[in-house]
């Protein structure tokens, strides 16, 4: 089921924001910039559409700072957004966690 839930968030964000914008370092800002096309600002993402509910998410705060920045093996349908640095990665996992039910 876990792999199931962060393969749906991977798939969700790959059409999802942009690398040319100037972004802020707010993380919610940021999230509902780069993420909540896909995952809604709720976090709860689109199930039937296959996108994960990343609110949600087991990984842990640093594996999603590297999905966001460079990636992961395991889910290979997220996109990578290279225009987001460590830090405004760590302001949007810090958003977040605020999503968590």
Do not use: Y
């Not at 876990?2 to 999802?16: A, D, F, P, T």
């Not at 600002?41 to 842990?60: Q, R, V, Y």
Request: some cysteine; glycine content about 8%.
């Amino acid at each position: 089921m876990k792999l199931i839930v962060v393969s749906s968030l991977m798939l969700m964000l790959l059409g999802c924001g942009s690398d040319d914008k100037q972004l802020s370092m707010n993380g919610e800002a940021l999230f509902n910039e780069v993420c909540a096309e896909c995952h809604k600002k709720s976090g709860k993402g689109n199930f039937l559409a296959g996108i994960p509910a990343n609110a949600t998410t087991e990984l842990s705060s640093e594996q999603i700072v590297v999905l966001i920045t460079q990636g992961l093996p395991t889910h290979k349908q997220m996109p990578v957004f290279s225009g987001i640095s460590e830090d405004q990665a760590k302001a949007i996992v810090n958003h977040l966690k605020t999503l968590r039910p």
